[in-house]
C-alpha cells in the first residue's frame, strides 16, 4: 500500500453559501478558506484538526447532492442547541446514550442536511442530569492525590486545539502502554481518556511495576527453611 488516509472533509451542497456559513458558525466552525471557479462557490470551514467543505454549483438541483447527514462532537451541547434555538432553528433533544453521556440531539441545517449533535463526555450540570461519573472521579481521586503529594508544579502539557499552550495548572499525569506520558488539567486529562483509548491515569500505585520487581528482587528462602 503506497498511501494512507490521513483525514475525510465532508462535503455539503448548499443553495446559498452565506446562509450555510452562518448556521455552521453555530455549531463552532469558522471559515478557513474559501473561493470560486468554474461555475463553483466552496467554502471550507474548520474547527480545530475537523473540516467541513461547503460547495455551491450553477446547476439546480446539485449533482449527486442528495442529504447528508453529519455527526458532530462537541465538547459541550447545551450551549450549541442554546445557540441553534436562539437563531430559530428546531433541534431535537434526544437524551444520554452511552456513546454520548453528555447528550445527544438532532438538526436539521438550512439546506435539509441532518447534523447529529453528541457530546461523548459527560461535564457536572447544574440540574443534575445523569452522566457517567467512572472517568470523573478516577481523575479527582487522582488530582487529590497528586495534591497532597505537594502537586504537579507544571502546568497542562496536552494543549489546547491549533496548538496554544494550555494555561492551566496540570491536575493528574497521563501515560499509554508505550511509556509516553503527559500531565494535564482535569479538563484536558478527560478529553484525551475520551479520545485516545490507550491513554490511563498513570496513578502511583503501592503495587506498582517498581513494588513488584523489588519483591521479585528479593532472595528465594531455602527449600525446606
Known sequence: ?????????????????????AFYQLLGFSVAAEGTGDGWAWTLLQSGELSVMLATGAQEPQPDSGPAV????????????????????????LGYPDHAPGG??????????????GQPTALPTADGRPGVPGARDGL??????????????????????GGAVCPADADVKLADSWGDTAW????????????????????EDAQGLTQFLRLRRLPRPAAGA
Open 184 to 203: 494535564a488539567c482535569i479538563e484536558h486529562a478527560d478529553e484525551v481518556l475520551v479520545n485516545a483509548r490507550g491513554a490511563f491515569i498513570a496513578n
Open 70 to 93: 453529519l455527526y458532530v462532537l462537541l465538547t459541550e451541547l447545551d450551549p450549541v442547541l442554546a445557540a441553534l434555538t436562539g437563531a430559530g432553528y428546531a433541534a431535537e433533544h
Open 104 to 117: 445527544e440531539a438532532r438538526a436539521t441545517d438550512p439546506d435539509g442536511h441532518g447534523i447529529m449533535l
Open 1 to 21: 500500500m503506497s498511501s494512507e488516509v490521513r483525514s475525510v472533509v465532508p462535503v455539503v451542497y448548499v443553495a446559498d453559501q452565506a446562509r450555510a456559513q
Open 140 to 161: 479527582r481521586a487522582a488530582a487529590e492525590a497528586v495534591s497532597r503529594r505537594g502537586g504537579a508544579a507544571q502546568r497542562c502539557q496536552i494543549g489546547l486545539s
